[in-house]
């Protein structure tokens, strides 16, 4: 069965996509009968549509040469927003990685609405429609009977929303806790080792691991929204980040840590949620953990989680991400999901 895919948004994660695309396309094909053809792709610079599918080497290349898609010859075209891709293109499932944006989630909320408009399926990294967004753009895609899959947006790789959606569909999740910001848990085991915040903070920047702008992270905000998602879409609970109570990490100092330590404890920015009577608790904190909780061996460059149900017990899951791959590669497991 022939897949066509629009792919918008052609940054870290879009490209690394499309790499996967290339590289996987005969074992997908094989293994799950589908043809995954690029017909429309965009970026800042416009976008670039042929029903016959587009070059993916030739796409890599020119984002590559530090060109846009716009430039692809004879199909490219500038001045187009990725509305417009979607309104005039050819495909069945949009692939949205555009930047987050928290403000009014553009340009991907748009994208998105239109392509649910068209019966087109969705796979997206991109947190910002979701959670500003998310009872709408399912009620949309509900009526029109298409799937939004958006296993990346909560730690990447990790599959934390298929389990708790998927996986746990018949149980009552009773507790949900996760370290899901891969920022602050590097800055939290800097200062356990005796760094300041400000030089933990200084030295994550300079490795590209913490934004130029840190606030989101810092100040729990990115755990936040990714418990927004998980709320929604794994507690069944509509939730918007006004239900949550939200604490960061810049007032946490290394004698914080060092005192944890000498009781055999460790200090982590967790997202939790635990049920009360119908409802859940939802906060993103520091927390003081015993150093035999799962999410204590949980140290920078890992991410993890944990659920705990009343009839599937305890599953803890982690993933260490040193790159965007394991995201990309959640997108493209999301493609192959909405036909499965
Ligand atoms: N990086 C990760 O490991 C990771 C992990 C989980 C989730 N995510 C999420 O995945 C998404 C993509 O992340 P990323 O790291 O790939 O971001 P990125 O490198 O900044 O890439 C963003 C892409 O969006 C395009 N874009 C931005 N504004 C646009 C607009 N108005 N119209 C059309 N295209 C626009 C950019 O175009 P140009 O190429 O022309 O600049 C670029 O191709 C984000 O929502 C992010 O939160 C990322």
Redesign the pocket.
Known sequence: MQVRLAV????????RFLELVQQKHSLIQKRFDLDLVVTAA????GGAEYFSGLDVAKILEL?RSGK?VAAYSQHGRGEM??VDVVRSCHADVLVE????NLTDG???LSTMREAIARKMHIA?????PLVLAYQDLFARAEKQNVKILHS??VA?GLPVVNIGRRDLGASEITKFEGIVNGTTNHILDAMARGEAYESALQHMQELGIAEADPTLDVDGWDAANKLVIIANACLRRPTTLKDLRVQGIRDVTPKDLQDAQAKGQVIKLVARAVKQGDNYELSVKPEWLDASHPLASVHGGYMGVLYESDINGQIFATIR?E??YP?AAAVLRDVINIYQ
């Open positions: 918008v948004g052609l940054g870290n994660v879009g490209r965009g970026d800042t610079s984002k846009g927003t990725m990685n555009t930047l987050t553009e340009p991907g997206t990294a991109n947190k910002g990346a947006t990447g991400e790159n965007p995201t």
